[in-house]
């Protein structure tokens, strides 16, 4: 079985979790043996912006020693083998078109996905 | 401290769902930072933020063990902000709601944290300087 997992509702608890918990289970499926690919659209497309920095977070003398890091979880992704389709328009309604992004990502545009969903067995929409 | 004031917070949204329980918690830090009296009414699953059977995990997709990923516990953030508190001369009245508490059997939480009931939160809202509600949103 092939599975797409999408993923749209970007930054939902990624201080928290130190991550973002469909690109986490994205990778462990993957490591488990699934055959998964990822697509980002909506706010998530800003996951594959190199230069972002979420560090700092702190409460009182608490302080975040490993704040996510969702440019490198998402190359992670690919690095195991994984497609990672990114949303071109929603990369530049965003003004992210000219910014630097991770490699290996699949740009795909609005009137492609459907066609893209066509080539899994299942589509997961987190 | 002539404008020291006394802040009321309504939380309700359980840890690792979205941003605003970060959010809350660092606006509750700010307001501990400056020696502000803090109540927090803890309703529906925000009780889960002090909740003290919280424990960390490894992560494999970062690669780090238990002590490496030192993943963020809420409970730790909550006992810290009061500790925060009382470093600064003022202190945190954290009141989780009781029946919330009992239907999601989170029954154990952290040093400081009492049980309470919504007439804790009509007494702290009446004692306030002003009360903000950070709500669940769908």
């Given amino acids: 079985m092939k599975a797409l997992n999408i993923i749209e509702t970007g930054y939902r608890a990624t201080l928290e979790e130190q991550d973002d918990p469909g690109v986490w289970l ?35 003398a608490w302080r975040q020693t490993q704040p996510p890091r969702l440019a490198e979880n998402i190359a992670s992704l690919t690095s195991k083998g994984m497609a990672v389709f ?4 929603d ?33 997961w929409h987190w | ?62 690669g780090r063990n238990v002590e490496e990923e030192n993943h963020v516990l809420t409970k730790e953030l909550v006992s810290s902000l009061m500790q925060e508190a009382m470093r600064n001369g003022g202190k945190i009245d954290w009141v989780n709601c009781g029946l919330c508490v009992d239907e999601r059997g989170a029954v154990e939480a952290v040093e400081g944290v009492r049980r309470g009931s919504p007439a804790d939160f009509l007494k702290m ?3 306030s300087d002003n009360t903000l509600v950070i709500v669940t949103r769908g």
């Fill in chain 1, 26 to 60: 994205a990778y462990t499926l993957k490591a488990a043996g699934a055959d998964v690919d990822v697509l980002l659209r909506g706010n998530a497309v800003n996951y594959a912006v190199k230069d972002q920095d979420a560090g700092g977070l702190q409460y009182g």
């Fill in chain 1, 86 to 89: 990114i949303v071109s328009e």
């Fill in chain 1, 91 to 123: 990369l530049q309604e965003r003004g992210l078109g000219g910014v630097p992004l991770i490699e290996s990502l699949t740009p795909v545009t609005r009137n492609g996905i459907a066609r893209l969903l066509g080539n899994y067995d299942q589509v």
């Fill in chain 2, 1 to 62: 401290m002539a404008d020291k004031k006394t802040l009321t917070f309504a939380l309700m949204d359980p840890p690792y769902e979205n941003a605003r329980s970060t959010t809350a918690l660092r606006l509750i830090n700010i307001a501990a930072k400056r020696g502000y009296d803090i109540n927090v009414f803890a309703y529906e699953g925000s009780v889960f933020l002090a909740f003290a059977m919280q424990k960390p995990h490894p992560n494999a997709m970062h």
């Fill in chain 2, 125 to 127: 809202a009446a004692t």
